[in-house]
């Protein structure tokens, strides 16, 4: 039995060249970009990229294979500086920070290709998330005083409440390299979260799923936004997900934005239909 379909969110322009869900036009998008760029010698990846997103958006990147999203990704995390452009995270430009830094203030992300300490318990994986906010000197840590206790014990609790949203307390034992792939991929999911975030990048969070555990995952999604009031921007290809959750979609192609709209504009944009299909020619 198809599961109904989530009913369309009316967006609404900014002042800028964007939109945002109309719910959130009352606050300043949690994030900004304008005329992002980025050249690799001569090579432009991303050009005269400009988006918003509202403080409670679920969001979608979209575009064909090599057309720049995980780029923008990368820009947003500075694991690329821009060539030229700004980005505004909660108002603030982020021109002089380092990964670490973006992190700090309020951007977490996931990868395409997994990326976790497989070695190490499920539970200290999300625990390595915490350190944003759950913190001790290493004094304390090395002669285990009452704070370092206190402490450990609070980051024991968060992280089993935070497994709790996936269901995977019952795994906080187990090594993060011994989970099955789904698994992987929710559990860097939650490590993400770990940092507290204002904003969450997913980058195809659904690769390799199967269709029970990606329809799990949107209904996940959902809650994850709606628990921590926090905005979800995520690239993926499966476009069911895509349609099914995101409430703005902005569409890549060649490094260019060629459309932005709600998941029915999207569908029937003609630009859309090309860069996917290409040019239909009778024969």
Known sequence: M???KRPETKLVPVPSPNIIPERDVNQSPILEC???????GGLTAVNEFNMAIGRTEIAGLIGPNGAGKTTVFNLLTKVYQPTRGTVLLDGIDTHNMNTVQVNKAGIARTFQNIRLFDKLTVEDNVKIGLHNH???????????LPNYWKKEKLAHESALELLHIFDMEHLANAKAGSLPYGAQRKLEIVRA????PSLLLLDEPAAGMNPSETAELMDNIVKIRDTFHIAILLIEHDMNLVMGICEGICVLNFGQIIAKGTP???QNNPEVIKA???DQKEV
């Open 2 to 4: 198809s599961k109904p």
């Open 34 to 40: 304008q005329h992002l760029g980025i050249d690799f």
């Open 134 to 144: 759950i913190r001790y000197p290493m004094w304390s840590g090395v002669l285990r």
């Open 193 to 196: 979260l770990a940092t507290n």
């Open 264 to 266: 029915s504009e999207i």
């Open 276 to 278: 996917y299909l290409g």
